[in-house]
């Protein structure tokens, strides 16, 4: 018997638009463990508030197909909304780090068997400004280069779309004048910008934030002050190797609340989180323990 329900969401549009080829197994799957799927198929960018409508007590879960894109906006409503049922995250989208960081692997049917292995896992959200964010706020040369980077590009070409739009912007690096507070400090000085981890991964690198946790109750920030390109770039491949940061430039903090204001500039610069575009500046980032049910590998 069906006597239980859960909701998946998809999103047609995300990475490859293949998702849909596999509804027939995702489908096969779940009834097979006891499941009666109430689908829902997101029509257009901001569609997923509608299919979360008619969620109730009587779910189980809630499945969200797409990139981290959708897995973020999921989660925004369902942590506005209260809904505080487990999520699960099936990779369909291009970097697809949140659910890989989850232990999702890249394939799609191998991720329906993790979410039926049911084991749930709470995580820490970030919040900057009114918005939730999963994994990652960013701010400066960072967020120019992603917003950047146009979408049927980044669709054909995955990852690297991200890296030759960055090399694209090289020369038009413009650094921001910032004030950074944290619960303990004040720092200001001039940044080409800033990344704030909730989880390790991000961009498509893995372990950029190493001591980043996604439930220690602390963001992870990295904040890169305008000095020796040159130099600047042996220092962040020495950390997307892994290897310690030994630039003064490069500051590494943790905590749980950060207030970044935009100094001497009437820019309207806004943040990125989880790879797309987020609030604009004064950026109040703050971090909710615990807040989100995750199923894991
Ligand atoms: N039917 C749709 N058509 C077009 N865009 C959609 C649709 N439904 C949702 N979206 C939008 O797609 C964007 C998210 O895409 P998503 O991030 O999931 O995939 P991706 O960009 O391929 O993957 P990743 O972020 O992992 O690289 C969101 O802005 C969302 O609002």
Same mark, same amino acid.
């Given at each position: 018997?069906?006597?239980?329900?859960?909701?998946?969401?998809?999103?047609?549009?995300?990475?490859?638009?293949?998702?849909?080829?596999?509804?027939?197994?995702?489908?096969?799957?779940?009834?097979?463990?006891?499941?009666?799927?109430?689908?829902?198929?997101?029509?257009?960018?901001?569609?997923?508030?509608?299919?979360?409508?008619?969620?109730?007590?009587?779910?189980?879960? %809630? =499945?969200?197909?797409?990139?981290? &894109?959708?897995?973020? $906006? !999921?989660?925004?409503?369902?942590? /506005?909304?209260?809904?505080? *049922?487990?999520?699960?995250?099936?990779?369909?989208?291009?970097?697809?780090?949140?659910?890989?960081?989850?232990?999702?692997?890249?394939?799609?049917?191998?991720?329906?068997?993790?979410?039926?292995?049911?084991?749930?896992?709470?995580?820490?959200?970030?919040?900057?400004?009114?918005?939730?964010?999963?994994?990652?706020?960013?701010?400066? %040369? =960072?967020?120019?280069?992603?917003? &950047?980077?146009?979408? $049927? !590009?980044?669709?054909?070409?995955? /990852?690297?779309?991200?890296? *030759?739009?960055?090399?694209?912007?090289?020369?038009?690096?413009?650094?921001?004048?910032?004030?950074?507070?944290?619960?303990?400090?004040?720092?200001?000085?001039?940044?080409?910008?800033?990344?704030?981890?909730?989880?390790?991964?991000?961009?498509?690198?893995?372990?950029?934030?190493?001591?980043?946790?996604?439930?220690?109750?602390?963001?992870?920030?990295?904040?890169?002050?305008? &000095?020796?390109?040159?130099?600047?770039?042996?220092?962040?491949?020495?950390?997307?190797?892994?290897?310690?940061?030994?630039?003064?430039?490069?500051?590494?903090?943790?905590?749980?609340?950060?207030?970044?204001?935009?100094?001497?500039?009437?820019?309207?610069?806004?943040?990125?989180?989880?790879?797309?575009?987020?609030?604009?500046?004064?950026?109040?980032?703050?971090?909710?323990?615990?807040?989100?049910?995750?199923?894991?590998?």
């Amino acid at each position: 018997m069906l006597n239980k329900k859960v909701k998946l969401i998809y999103n047609p549009a995300a990475g490859d638009r293949t998702f849909n080829s596999y509804l027939d197994q995702f489908l096969k799957l779940f009834q097979a463990a006891g499941f009666r799927v109430d689908i829902y198929r997101s029509m257009e960018p901001g569609d997923f508030k509608k299919g979360l409508e008619n969620i109730d007590q009587s779910y189980e879960a %809630i =499945i969200v197909a797409g990139g981290d &894109g959708s897995a973020s $906006e !999921m989660v925004d409503l369902m942590q /506005k909304e209260q809904i505080d *049922l487990p999520l699960g995250i099936i990779p369909a989208g291009t970097a697809n780090d949140f659910a890989s960081f989850l232990g999702m692997t890249q394939n799609i049917e191998n991720s329906i068997k993790r979410i039926l292995d049911w084991k749930i896992k709470e995580i820490d959200v970030g919040r900057v400004n009114k918005r939730y964010f999963l994994n990652v706020c960013v701010g400066g %040369i =960072i967020s120019q280069i992603a917003h &950047g980077t146009e979408t $049927e !590009m980044k669709n054909r070409l995955g /990852k690297v779309a991200y890296y *030759l739009q960055g090399l694209k912007e090289l020369p038009n690096i413009k650094s921001m004048q910032l004030e950074i507070e944290t619960s303990r400090e004040k720092i200001e000085g001039e940044f080409l910008g800033f990344f704030i981890f909730n989880s390790k991964d991000a961009g498509g690198f893995k372990n950029i934030a190493k001591l980043a946790s996604i439930d220690d109750g602390l963001f992870d920030l990295l904040a890169v002050k305008t &000095g020796n390109i040159l130099k600047l770039s042996t220092a962040a491949a020495d950390l997307f190797n892994g290897k310690e940061i030994k630039n003064k430039n490069l500051i590494y903090l943790q905590d749980n609340y950060f207030k970044i204001t935009l100094k001497n500039s009437s820019r309207d610069e806004h943040c990125d989180i989880d790879g797309e575009k987020g609030p604009a500046f004064p950026l109040e980032i703050e971090l909710i323990p615990a807040a989100q049910k995750v199923f894991t590998a």
